[in-house]
């Protein structure tokens, strides 16, 4: 938050960079969206904040005076949306509505008054004056006009009918003003003197004042005077039961009522309520309107003009108002749809540039990667997690790196609607991979309000994307700003031209509805509304011309609330009230300074106008009523019904107590003081209330502060009782004048500043809630300085009646024991049932003695947990033997459990329960019958027998091997466990059991699982399984040449080396490339060159130089002995490979032709290790190899091309087995998944017949035996890889069975 220097002040809320995102309409006109980012580290909005009505003052100019824009909030607390970094609300600007655009930027200030609430009234005194202001003698307070008040100019002339004021079925009582009033006694109506002197003073003059002390019936007394004012004005109802003919959709609402009704006038919704609702229950009036709609009662809810008007027939022309208006609020926000970007950017009047497109297509796949990228990275840190344990380091590195992802993805979603905005913004998107970087700013720069409204001329034509990538924030608006100029201007048009017809067709259906509600109040008797609403409906009232005002709670209500709503037509003003209780409330000091907070009612007392005053009072017992009753200059009587009320408060000794304590309040920054200690004693002790029997409805925790009702609510909620403490009503004093409640408990917290209690209005109205049970804490050493009226209060009851002590007696009916408690910590410890320290022992209903410690409701045990003992009748339900219950005494005795021996019907003898019937147990007697196998029966006596046996035996399979079972399973249906060990195709042993092998017409084995080790085209030893096909080689590729080697896989082709041969002698040379086969012979003289032992090499010219000397005394090197001969003569030469193995040349010579003529694709290897010749090995052999390389090649792109349509045929004979088959498509896509080269023809002509099979199928079950094998066979040819021979075989087999399984059903037929 900004400072404002020297113009500082606490009255306002200021914020930077409120941001309008949007608009609407609500039915006071059009409202925008407004958005406040929050300051940093905020823990949350202000709950005072943005009420309904509060004023806001914008400005983009540093608040000069002539850029200063007013509005109003507009919505409940509940259309207020909160995140972590920005708060979004409606406002209304209804002097800027067509200056207003969706993304300006402007800085807020907020007003802390309710200006809701003051505005009408405001304005209403602005349109009042003071010539046409009634009642002017008396409100200026002139002396003599304040005592000789004039007669109501209404009822000079009438007869006054007070016939109401009566028991029912008394004889009628009619009055003239001019005249002395009749006598009423008490056996003639319920209202006492003083009550009755009230109603005559306010029938007699044209501005009344009635005070009444608490309790003394204020609105009993309003109600009386409506009443006599409604028989006198209109007539009595000829059926006092049933009143008037209530508002129904058969009322004549075009008749209009002979005079204005009567304006009832209270400050609270909760009095206007209780006022309107006794009013309709006791059927004094039905044709009563209350205006405002902040009521919670349904009844009166059927009063709100609202529903009236809505029960109105004929207002055909609101009702068209009101659709105009909702195909407006379509269309506004239809446009402020289009002026998003992403509607923008596909609107026919932008004028993009194509390269702008191209970068803006390319910044939505980044976009879309961006959040893939997180996506996955989320899940597969998910995976890992699973395998590590929860606890460790590793686990929580990931968890954190996850946070920071599903931050990003959010950041993505809920910040960037379009990549567009990003990069108006100047963000870029960030996928998994990227640093974390921080975005706290994000929120603050979406939507920064920066599209502009100028063209702007003379920007660089962008031609390449680092152009896009260069331009910093404010051109990347620049440019888009031009290319949309165009169209945005065409849609804010359109939105100021459709906001200015919505406003107009507002205003006419405003004063549509200010006529349709004169018919409603034309019609009513009884107008009811708070000072609020008076205010807010200036217009209405004052059309209606209301004569009569009656103001409750007047000594509450704002002198300027009464003055706005007193039109000239008022002739009659009745103030009731108590100027000694809480007075209105203003929150500025200067403005109570200067009397402001004095209401009218308290000046004209003031000023000498003599109120009538109630001095009976119905609420309290006499012991409280004398805390309060000092106050006043008459004395308050306490009528005799209070002494119905208990004389003491059950638990505790005495029913009004002051208690004492030393114990100071906490003050907290930004929060009103409150007490720790009286907070948790006032729970405490409400709980021990709550035990003693008495409902939460019963009582009530009044305090001075807000947060001293929050610190209570806090330790309610942690409280282990909270469920039952929940129901308290804890409320502030100021919000409950008018309530009451059986017993109140009362904390004053200061023990420091005077603050709230020094005023005697709030003293009064804190001690006289209650009506028979109070109980103050509070310091009051403390409290007795505070003012004079409070040391008058505590002398009293520490001196007169000593009910003031640290110490709080409690009482325990049941033992008689009582129980100091000094502390609110010993609530728990010395009375935790609500009772004293003893047991309860107080005999339950079973005889038993209660054991739980004493609790005060002696009807409230818990559940007896002794044994019952009961037995014969007194058992529930009664039993017919003598044996006694076992069971807990809370619980049933049901049936009795005791054990009895007893003889079953079968001849045994067991213990069963003594309420068995022993004709119906089962016997647990092992069965000794032998089954026709010739084994025991296993089961019990009371059992059927076995009907399968269980013995294991011996049994000889089909298969010839033996194997245990069950002595009822048949030989055939068992599955042979022994292992098959047969020879497969592939020379592999059968791995499986001999069951799991099919044995049909011919035995077929399942799948070999052995490794393959099957040598592929490149030399190298297959790893796969052997039912597989060969999958290409995956090692690395060893060919290389004196140039370069080959990077590709075994399985795949060599690359082509293209440069020249370089095998070269000083007698020929190779002209071919280094891949092709050379052109060269070998050349066959001896190598020239010395080897390092100075000997001759015995290799070949332009070869390689192996290193092998044998002459004299070297032994370097051996070779490999191919030709039996033990050393190699002088005439032979020697060749060396790359693996290290030497060979004499003739003997290479001939392993290499040989290998070349076999009729096969492979390497020319090594003769000892295999491993393959390259042509950087010698240059002697590289006609050969080069052209085995080649051979290999074209292999190894045939096996590719051969992969490609064996894959594709696999996929064709599926989709044929999903077609011909009933097997799962798992099973299938597993069985093909497993099929090799050689097995083709086989599944192939396995699919044929299954295709040919299959319109037999659903006829097998008609061919007998014939069908039931051609299924068993068909099942089984799939289940297993066979050869193309047995799968014709099965064929054959299948269309035999099938022929003869024909035969069969045409036989039966």
């Known amino acids: 938050m900004r400072s404002l220097g020297k113009h500082a002040t606490t009255d306002i809320w200021f914020n930077q960079g409120v941001t309008i995102t949007g608009m609407g309409t609500c039915h006071l006109g059009v409202v925008f969206r407004i958005c406040i980012p929050k300051p940093p580290n905020s823990r949350g909005f202000q709950r005072d904040r943005l009420k309904t009505g509060s004023l806001l003052c914008f400005s983009d100019r540093q608040f000069e005076k002539d850029s200063l824009i007013w509005a109003t909030v507009q919505g409940n607390r509940n259309s207020i949306e909160e995140t972590s970094s920005t708060v979004t609300f409606m406002a209304r600007f209804p002097k800027h509505t067509a200056d207003m655009e969706v993304g300006s930027m402007y800085d807020m200030v907020e007003s802390t008054a309710f200006f809701e609430a003051y505005s009408h009234v405001l304005r209403g005194i602005q349109k009042s004056q003071l ?11 002139i002396p003599d006009a304040l005592v000789n008040i004039q007669l109501p100019e209404l009822l000079k002339d009438r007869v006054i009918d007070l016939t109401s004021l009566l028991y029912p079925r008394q004889p009628a009582l009619e009055w003239s003003v001019t005249e002395d009033p009749p006598k009423i006694t008490p056996d003639m109506s319920s209202i006492d003197a003083a009550q009755y002197e009230s109603v005559i003073n306010a029938l007699t003059h044209e501005v009344a004042v009635i005070q009444g002390p608490p309790g003394t019936g204020k609105t009993y007394v309003g109600l009386k005077i409506i009443e006599v004012l409604r028989d006198t004005l209109w007539g009595a109802p000829a059926d006092r039961d049933k009143g008037d003919d209530d508002f129904t959709d058969n009322f004549d609402w075009d008749d209009g009522g002979e005079r204005p009704p009567i304006v009832i006038m209270c400050y609270t919704n909760h009095a206007l309520d209780s006022v309107l609702s006794e009013l309709l229950s006791t059927g004094i009036e039905n044709r009563i309107v209350r205006i405002g709609g902040s009521t919670k009662d349904e009844t009166i809810m059927k009063h709100n003009i609202i529903e009236l008007i809505h029960r109105l027939p004929n207002t055909h022309e609101l009702r068209d108002v009101k659709r105009q208006m909702r195909a407006h609020t379509a269309l506004i926000s239809q446009s402020c749809s289009d002026l998003s970007i992403e509607n923008l950017l596909e609107s026919e009047a932008t004028e993009i540039p194509d390269i702008a497109l191209k970068y803006f297509k390319r910044k939505s796949e980044q976009y879309n990667k961006a959040l893939e990228e997180n996506k996955a990275a989320v899940t597969a840190n998910e995976e890992a997690l699973q395998k590590l344990p929860a606890f460790s380091q590793e686990a929580s590195d990931i968890r954190k790196e996850n946070r920071k992802l599903e931050v990003n993805a959010v950041r993505l979603t809920r910040c960037y609607g379009h990549p567009v905005e990003a990069w108006l913004d100047g963000n870029e998107f960030h996928g998994a991979a990227d640093d974390d970087r921080g975005h706290e700013d994000d929120d603050e720069k979406i939507h920064a309000g920066r599209l502009g409204n100028d063209y702007k001329e003379g920007l660089p034509e962008l031609k390449i994307f680092a152009d896009f990538e260069k331009l910093n924030v404010e051109e990347r608006y620049a440019y888009f700003d031009n290319w949309t100029f165009r169209a945005r201007s065409s849609i804010k048009e359109l939105v100021r031209s459709t906001c200015r017809e919505f406003e107009a067709l507002s205003i006419r259906k405003q004063e549509e509805e200010i006529r349709a509600s004169q018919r409603v109040l034309s019609t009513s008797r009884i107008v009811g509304a708070t000072t609020t609403g008076c205010a807010k409906y200036h217009k209405m009232l004052e059309a209606l011309k209301p004569e009569i005002i009656i103001v409750e709670e007047a000594a509450e209500v704002l002198e300027s ?9 008022a002739k009659h003003l009745i103030l009731i009230g108590d100027h000694k209780q809480l007075q209105p409330k203003v929150n500025s000091l200067e403005m109570q300074q200067k009397n402001l907070s004095v209401s009218l009612m308290e000046r004209l007392v003031r000023s000498g106008l003599k109120p009538s005053m109630l001095r ?9 009523c004398l805390l309060t009753s000092r106050f006043y200059p008459e004395e308050i009587i306490t009528h005799p019904s209070t002494k119905k009320h208990p004389t003491e408060v059950r638990g505790i000794s005495k029913p009004l107590f002051f208690i004492d304590h030393d114990k100071n309040e906490t003050k907290e920054s930004g929060v009103s003081p409150y007490n720790e200690y009286e907070a948790h004693y006032a729970v405490e002790l409400a709980w021990y209330l709550l035990l003693q029997g008495y409902k939460a409805n019963q009582i009530v925790i009044l305090l001075p502060y807000k947060g001293q009702r929050n610190r209570v609510a806090d330790i309610i909620r942690e409280h282990e009782h909270n469920t039952h403490l929940r129901e308290l009503k ?3 004093v100021d919000n409950y004048q008018g309530e009451e409640s059986d017993i109140v408990i009362l904390t004053l917290v200061r023990s420091q500043g005077r603050g709230f209690l020094k005023k005697e209005n709030r003293l009064i109205v804190a001690l006289s809630r209650a009506r028979w049970g109070m109980y103050v804490i509070a310091n009051f050493d ?11 209060v505590i002398d009293h009851v520490s001196k007169d009646r000593n009910i003031l002590n640290r110490t709080l007696t409690l009482k325990c009916d049941a033992h008689g024991n009582t129980t100091n408690i000094n502390d609110p910590r010993e609530f728990s410890r010395l009375v935790p049932a609500g009772g004293c320290h003893e047991y309860c022992h107080v005999r339950m209903d079973c005889g038993h003695p209660c054991k739980e410690r004493c609790h005060p409701k002696t009807t409230d045990h818990s559940p007896c947990r002794e044994v019952c003992n009961k037995s014969g009748e007194d058992c529930l339900p009664p039993r017919s033997c003598t044996h006694t219950c076992k069971k807990r005494c809370y619980e049933d005795c049901g049936l009795c459990e005791e054990k009895v021996n007893a003889t079953l019907p079968c001849g045994h003898d067991q213990a069963i329960r003594c309420s068995d019937d022993p004709a119906v147990v089962q016997c647990r007697t092992p069965c000794i019958k032998m089954l026709s196998c010739r084994h025991r029966c296993r089961k019990q006596c009371g059992e059927s027998c076995t009907e399968r046996c269980r013995e294991r035996v011996e049994k000889t399979l089909p298969c010839g091997h033996k194997q245990d079972a069950e002595c009822h399973v048949e030989a055939s249906r068992l599955r042979c466990k022994t292992p098959c060990d047969a020879v497969l195709l592939c020379d592999h042993r059968c791995a499986n059991r001999c069951g799991e092998c099919d044995k049909g017409v011919f035995t077929l084995h399942k799948q070999c699982i052995e490794e393959c080790k099957r040598t592929l085209v490149c030399g190298h030893a297959c790893n796969s399984i052997c039912s597989k096909m060969c999958p290409p080689c995956r090692k690395s590729c060893i060919m290389r040449c004196n140039h370069s080697r080959c990077g ?23 002209t071919k490339l280094c891949w092709e086969p050379c052109d060269r012979k070998k050349c066959e003289e001896r190598c020239s060159k010395k080897l390092p032992c100075g000997h001759q090499c015995k290799g070949f010219c332009g070869d390689r130089c192996p290193q092998y000397c044998h002459e004299g005394d070297c032994r370097v090197g051996e070779h490999e002995d191919l030709l039996m001969i033990d050393e190699p003569e002088e005439k032979d030469r020697m060749v060396q490979l790359a693996c290290g193995h030497i060979f004499v040349s003739e003997a290479m010579d001939g392993h290499v032709k040989a290998k070349m003529s076999e009729d096969k694709i492979q390497w020319v290897g090594c003769p000892v290790c295999r491993r393959p010749i390259t042509p950087f090995d010698t240059g002697r052999y590289r006609r050969e190899v080069n052209e085995s390389i080649i051979n290999v090649n074209i292999a190894r792109k045939r096996i590719h091309e051969a992969d490609a349509a064996f894959v594709k045929e696999k996929d064709s004979l599926m989709r044929r087995l999903l077609v011909s088959t009933d097997l799962e498509a798992d099973y299938l896509q597993q069985r093909v998944s497993q099929c090799r080269y050689d097995d083709v023809k086989a599944l192939r002509r396995q699919v044929d017949l299954m295709e040919w099979a299959q319109p037999f199928r659903t006829r097998f079950v008609k061919y007998g035996v014939a069908g039931d094998k051609a299924r068993a066979e068909l099942e089984a040819i799939l289940v297993v890889m066979a050869t193309e021979e047995a799968v014709a075989q099965v064929g054959l087999s299948i269309r035999r069975h099938v022929m003869e399984g024909r035969l069969h059903a045409l036989l039966a037929e």
């Open 1048 to 1070: 590709k896989t075994c399985g795949d082709a060599c690359a082509k080396c293209t440069a020249q041969c370089d095998w070269a002698c000083e007698h020929q040379k190779c």
């Open 782 to 792: 403390f409290i007795r300085t505070v003012s004079p009226e409070w040391k008058s």
């Open 616 to 624: 009976t009072q119905r609420r309290m017992t006499e012991e409280i």
């Open 730 to 732: 804890v409320t502030c």
């Open 131 to 141: 010539d046409d202001l009634p009642f002017r003698r008396i409100l200026l307070a």
């Open 561 to 569: 609330h009464v003055l706005s709503v007193l039109s000239p037509y």
